[in-house]
């Protein structure tokens, strides 16, 4: 067995690609507990910060990822992944300079282009490294790149920007990823295609291709429709707590982030672990718990989600925080695993980008804007806290739609699990 072959490179290789993960989500939910000092210094709306956060980030970053992906399904995954994080990096360490609001979403342009380069091909890569019933364990291990990474995001923004300023804080955790690009480069190796599958690899599949199995079949169709109301909870409410705690419960910034990373990092890691461990170990006689297992997590997380934003203590409401966290966590590994099962090893990085193209341009995109808007609209009524509390509590209804979908993914009325056939080439 060569060295790259053997389970503790694969180890390292998932080691690595968390890593990226990790400092994509730093890069990219730093802003959000640096909402408000951004929005005092250029004097602009909830509204703009909400465009600031969604599709100043989101647009680029779902139209580049479709033929990204493409490319990744043809050419040099780890190569692809190197480029997006040294791009990202570049593109943070930008948005430290920027003297107006323009510039600021300018540079948030660049870090949405750059991270688009990020999780198909890590997806695509993983799906080779680890046999079919580790993936969703793997790719759960992969996710928690997310709470790591709003964790540190939070820590490194409200305490940068507390003992200095919001410039500096994307500066200093723009730089190592310019380190982190060339130890993806040159410590990854591109394994054979479709090395851990046992049905023959075929040629690279089209976008068109691809969505045409999305079409016709119900489970990723559903997939597709459940993870956009998802997104637009999920971002929204991630984007928007910081400026929450601090409206509402009026905490200082930098002990504000601190307990929202604690609850970002704990719910988050616990959620997206305790989720693939138990998609993997159910999954393997029923395929359907890939599906069941995000949706009761989901519903259990809107009371506790409603609790949290209308509690008047804000000790109880950081607590449940986490809880909130860990149910919302829950949805990645299960997800992205069973898509990995239920397409052809060549439309997997294509599958993912479709998705995540889905997640970032709905959920991303218009999360945190509708929110903005909201806040901007029932603000003259019921003040900022009054208005940003309302606005949470409207976006995280919309999750039951998620828990109806992946619900109904989970297999016909008799239980059994849904079977996906692979077009013929």
């Given at each position: 067995m060569q060295h790259h072959d053997s389970p503790g490179y694969a180890r390292y290789v998932l080691v690595i690609l968390t890593l990226t993960y990790t400092c994509s989500y730093i890069d990219r939910y730093i802003l959000s507990v640096l909402v408000e000092p951004i929005k005092a210094e250029f004097?602009?709306?909830?509204?703009?910060?909400?465009?600031?956060?969604?599709?100043?980030?989101?647009?680029?970053?779902?139209?580049?990822?479709?033929?990204?992906?493409?490319?990744?399904?043809?050419?040099?995954?780890?190569?692809?992944?190197?480029?997006?994080?040294?791009?990202?990096?570049?593109?943070?360490?930008?948005?430290?300079?920027?003297?107006?609001?323009?510039?600021?979403?300018l540079a948030r342009v660049g870090v949405g282009l750059g991270e688009a380069a990020c999780t198909p091909p890590a997806h695509?890569?993983?799906?080779?490294?680890?046999?079919?019933?580790?993936?969703?364990?793997?790719?759960?291990?992969?996710?928690?790149?997310?709470?790591?990474?709003?964790?540190?995001?939070?820590?490194?923004?409200?305490?940068?920007?507390?003992?200095?300023?919001?410039?500096?804080?994307f500066l200093v955790v723009g730089a190592p990823g310019l380190l982190l690009a060339l130890l993806v480069r040159f410590t990854i190796r591109e394994p054979e295609r479709g090395r851990q599958d046992t049905a023959p690899v075929s040629g690279a599949y089209s976008l068109g291709e691809t969505l045409g199995l999305i079409f016709r079949h119900r489970a990723l169709l559903l997939i597709q429709l459940g993870g956009a109301f998802y997104a637009i909870a999920g971002y929204g409410l991630s984007f928007w707590i910081a400026p929450f705690f601090a409206r509402v419960h009026h905490l200082p910034l930098n002990e504000m982030a601190s307990w929202l990373a604690l609850g970002a990092l704990v719910g988050g890691v616990g959620g997206s672990f305790a989720a693939g461990l138990v998609a993997d170990r159910f999954g393997r006689r029923e395929l359907r718990w890939y599906f069941l297992t995000p949706a009761l997590a989901l519903l259990l997380g809107i009371p506790v989600t409603v609790v949290m934003l209308t509690v008047a203590d804000p000790r109880i409401a950081l607590a449940l925080f986490l809880v909130q966290q860990f149910t919302f966590f829950c949805y990645s590994g299960p997800i992205y695993a069973v898509m990995q099962f239920l397409v052809p090893s060549s439309m997997r990085a294509m599958v993912v980008a479709v998705h995540l193209f889905v997640l970032n341009?709905?959920?991303?995109?218009?999360?945190?804007?509708?929110?903005?808007?909201?806040?901007?609209?029932?603000?003259?009524?019921?003040?900022?806290?009054?208005?940003?509390?309302?606005?949470?509590l409207v976006?995280?209804?919309?999750?039951?739609?998620?828990?109806?979908?992946?619900?109904?993914?989970?297999?016909?009325?008799?239980?059994?699990?849904?079977?996906?056939?692979?077009?013929?080439?």
């Amino acid at each position: 067995m060569q060295h790259h072959d053997s389970p503790g490179y694969a180890r390292y290789v998932l080691v690595i690609l968390t890593l990226t993960y990790t400092c994509s989500y730093i890069d990219r939910y730093i802003l959000s507990v640096l909402v408000e000092p951004i929005k005092a210094e250029f004097g602009v709306s909830d509204t703009l910060m909400g465009l600031l956060g969604g599709f100043a980030f989101a647009l680029l970053y779902t139209l580049a990822g479709i033929p990204i992906a493409r490319w990744a399904d043809r050419g040099n995954r780890r190569t692809i992944i190197a480029l997006g994080v040294a791009a990202w990096s570049l593109m943070t360490v930008a948005s430290g300079f920027a003297r107006s609001f323009l510039q600021l979403a300018l540079a948030r342009v660049g870090v949405g282009l750059g991270e688009a380069a990020c999780t198909p091909p890590a997806h695509s890569l993983l799906a080779d490294y680890f046999p079919p019933e580790k993936r969703a364990t793997a790719l759960a291990i992969y996710s928690m790149g997310i709470p790591f990474g709003v964790m540190f995001g939070f820590l490194a923004g409200g305490w940068i920007a507390h003992f200095f300023d919001w410039r500096t804080a994307f500066l200093v955790v723009g730089a190592p990823g310019l380190l982190l690009a060339l130890l993806v480069r040159f410590t990854i190796r591109e394994p054979e295609r479709g090395r851990q599958d046992t049905a023959p690899v075929s040629g690279a599949y089209s976008l068109g291709e691809t969505l045409g199995l999305i079409f016709r079949h119900r489970a990723l169709l559903l997939i597709q429709l459940g993870g956009a109301f998802y997104a637009i909870a999920g971002y929204g409410l991630s984007f928007w707590i910081a400026p929450f705690f601090a409206r509402v419960h009026h905490l200082p910034l930098n002990e504000m982030a601190s307990w929202l990373a604690l609850g970002a990092l704990v719910g988050g890691v616990g959620g997206s672990f305790a989720a693939g461990l138990v998609a993997d170990r159910f999954g393997r006689r029923e395929l359907r718990w890939y599906f069941l297992t995000p949706a009761l997590a989901l519903l259990l997380g809107i009371p506790v989600t409603v609790v949290m934003l209308t509690v008047a203590d804000p000790r109880i409401a950081l607590a449940l925080f986490l809880v909130q966290q860990f149910t919302f966590f829950c949805y990645s590994g299960p997800i992205y695993a069973v898509m990995q099962f239920l397409v052809p090893s060549s439309m997997r990085a294509m599958v993912v980008a479709v998705h995540l193209f889905v997640l970032n341009l709905v959920g991303l995109g218009f999360g945190p804007l509708l929110i903005g808007m909201m806040n901007d609209g029932f603000a003259a009524t019921l003040g900022s806290g009054g208005a940003i509390r309302l606005s949470l509590l409207v976006i995280t209804l919309g999750t039951l739609v998620s828990v109806l979908c992946f619900w109904l993914a989970a297999g016909n009325r008799d239980g059994k699990p849904i079977a996906v056939p692979i077009p013929a080439r």
